[in-house]
Each structure stands twice: as structure tokens, then as C-alpha cells.
């Protein structure tokens, strides 16, 4: 398989910039995530990265090979996309075969490695059958039984599982992640659905204007948001921003928010002005006493949890609760914070402010 470094990728069209700057590393057999909002860039570098695309400035390696003005063609990536892509004049079997077939591969090597591809994706049942009657499952995993039939060094794979229907999107997710794991092959897919990339990413890239946000794991990225952006595309509820003026000192543990003081994870740089008190509604408790309050304005049931939503003197607060706590709209209760999780950001910029908590976090890229 491969490793792959973008360095400064940049990609202009006509006077408009759809990546600007990008530099990344792609770990060799990493199921690795562009993730975004629609037009932030992330399909663009998939296109760049496959060849389909050749950047503007920037340079793209692929086992150490620079490769950023090579065609598609002579760098060994195979390319899934979102609407399949299958021949329909072809049965699966056909379709499958197509890369190795066009390669001069014999006969008897056909067999054998469609055969493979076939158990591997549990098709052997409908090798034989015209893919337009297939299931949208079916239909993909036979776009990808032809992506991985030529062992390729590594996978693009643009928004593969968008054109199928929520339970299908699920089964397929674990199904992909799990053939990642048997194959280890380096693997660069792109969604805008964020549940999508926490579940099967080994590593994620956020997007946004062009602009790589953040890097790093998923857990990195939920816990320690680089910037506003990402805190409030990842997760769902999004991450509360309760907005403050004060003054943060270099080392402090607490802040004042609603006249009320805070803790926060030791903070590595000072501040005065705007700012922005940042807390998963996971981490918001919701108690009798307690001097910071807020009034539940609303309730929302999820099973075993339920949001519950808060005005405060600093603007809505969303918390995520037990079911069984009592929680009645229109009553006024305490608030606590978790403050070993709290983010503090700049108002204007959107960055985050350096702490113990996000310290070595990888940002702009």
C-alpha cells in the first residue's frame, strides 16, 4: 500500500481558490477522512490526490514518489464514487473483471482474483446477474469489488455511501471499515456526514472555505476543537457557545461567565475582549443549587438521554441528561460545567484559545 504527504496544495479555478495550502500526512493503510461542508475543498484534493485534477501549486507524494503533475493514470489508485459508476451492458462478474481484463491479465488469473473479491464482499451469489437489478448495497459493493480486484497502492473514495438510504449507509460503513481492516489498505474517503468520519476514520481532516480547520484523530477533533468551526460541525448537538468580555491570564484554571466563576483546563495564552465559553451539552449538568442558572425552555426524549435546552444570561445552552432527571419546562435550575472539557475561543477569529486541554492540537494546515 502507500503513504501519502500532500505540501502546500493549492488549486485555483479561474479567480477562485477551492484549496488553499494544504499539508497533510496519510499514514500507509490509513482509513483516512476529507470532511466538510459542500464546496469546502475535500472533493477537489480527492481529485488532485487520484490525478483527476492536477493542482495549481503544491506538491503530492505517493511512497516517497512526487507525482502532483502525473495523470490519473500512472500512479495506481482506483477511484469508488458516489453513483457507482458500473457498466450496465456488463453483468457483475464482467464489471469486477473490467481493470484486470484491460490489463491483459489471463484468463485463469481472471477467475481467480474475481473469485477472491467476490468472498471477500460476499457476492458470489450475484456474479452472474445484470447489475441493474441490483440493491443500491449490492450495486456498491460491486463498484468496490472493481476498485480493489488490481490491488491497488491506495483508495479514493468519493461520498460512496450518499446515494443509499440510512440503513443501508449504516451497513455499509461497517461493512467498509471492516474491509479496510482485513485489506490494510491506505484509504482517503470523503463525506460531509460527520457521524460518517468519526465512526470510520483513523484519522480526519476538516475542511472548510478551501481551508484545512483541523487534522488529527476523531477523538482529538470531538474533544479538543481547533476552532469554532469545528466544534460546531462535529457532534450532534453541536457544542454550546455561551458568549462572555473578560480577561483570561496566562496559567488561570478559572474564568468569570454570568458573574459567576468557572473552571477551566489551565490556559497557555492570555486574552482580553470577546471571548467564547465552549462545552458539549454532555458536559453540562443540570443541579438544585448552583449559583449560574438558566431556565429550561424545552425538552427533547431520546431513549435512555433526553436535550434539554436552557436560555441563560449568556445565550442558549443545550444539555444532554439522564432521561429519569426531572427537567420541566419553565422552571429554573443550577448549571455546572465540567471544566477539565471547556474550550475557550477567541470571538472574532473563531480559534481556539491554547490550554492544557488542546495543547499540541493541530490547526490550520
Not at 30 to 35: D, G, K, V
Not at 217 to 230: E, G, L, R
Not at 266 to 286: A, I, K, N, T
Not at 293 to 310: D, F, H, N, P, S
Amino acid at each position: 500500500m502507500a503513504e501519502i504527504i500532500i505540501k502546500n496544495l493549492r488549486k485555483d479555478f479561474g479567480n477562485f481558490t477551492a484549496v488553499q495550502s494544504s499539508t497533510f500526512k496519510i499514514e500507509d493503510g490509513e482509513f483516512f477522512m476529507l470532511l466538510g461542508p459542500s464546496g469546502c475543498g475535500k472533493t477537489t484534493t480527492l481529485r488532485m490526490i487520484a490525478g483527476l485534477e492536477l493542482p495549481t501549486s503544491g506538491e503530492i507524494y505517493i511512497d516517497g514518489e512526487e507525482v502532483g503533475q502525473k495523470p490519473a493514470s500512472e500512479r495506481d489508485i482506483a477511484f469508488v464514487f458516489q453513483m457507482f459508476a458500473l457498466y450496465p451492458h456488463m453483468n457483475v462478474r464482467k464489471n469486477i473483471s473490467y481493470p484486470l481484463v484491460s490489463q491483459g491479465f489471463s484468463r485463469a488469473q481472471v477467475r481467480a482474483k474475481v473469485a477472491e473479491v467476490a468472498r471477500i464482499l460476499g457476492i458470489e451469489d450475484i456474479l452472474n446477474r445484470p447489475v441493474g437489478g441490483l440493491s443500491g448495497g449490492d450495486r456498491q459493493r460491486v463498484a468496490l469489488g472493481r476498485a480493489i480486484v488490481r490491488n491497488p497502492k491506495a483508495f479514493m473514495m468519493d461520498e460512496p455511501l450518499g446515494a443509499l438510504d440510512a440503513e443501508f449507509r449504516e451497513r455499509m460503513a461497517e461493512e467498509l471499515r471492516a474491509l479496510h481492516d482485513r485489506m490494510r489498505a491506505t484509504t482517503v474517503y470523503v463525506t460531509h456526514d460527520q457521524l460518517e468520519a468519526m465512526q470510520m476514520g483513523d484519522k480526519i481532516v476538516v475542511m472548510n472555505h478551501g481551508v484545512i480547520e483541523q487534522f488529527g484523530t476523531p477523538q482529538d477533533i470531538y474533544d479538543k476543537p481547533a476552532t469554532m468551526f469545528v466544534a460546531d460541525f462535529i457532534g450532534s448537538p453541536a457544542m454550546n457557545f455561551l458568549k462572555f468580555r473578560g480577561s483570561v491570564e496566562r496559567g488561570a484554571t478559572t474564568i468569570s461567565l454570568g458573574g459567576v466563576s468557572h473552571g477551566v483546563p489551565e490556559m497557555r495564552e492570555p486574552r482580553d475582549g470577546d471571548l467564547v465559553f465552549g462545552v458539549r451539552p454532555e458536559h453540562v449538568r443540570l443541579v438544585d443549587a448552583g449559583e449560574y442558572r438558566g431556565k429550561v425552555r424545552a425538552t427533547e426524549y431520546l431513549g435512555t438521554t433526553q436535550i434539554v435546552t436552557l436560555d441563560t444570561s449568556n445565550g442558549p445552552l443545550k444539555a444532554r441528561i439522564g432521561a429519569e432527571q426531572p427537567a420541566r419546562v419553565g422552571e429554573t435550575v443550577g448549571i455546572e460545567f465540567n471544566a477539565a472539557t471547556v474550550t475557550l475561543f477567541d470571538s472574532q477569529s473563531g480559534q481556539a484559545l491554547r490550554s492544557d486541554l488542546n495543547e499540541g492540537v493541530i490547526g490550520h494546515g
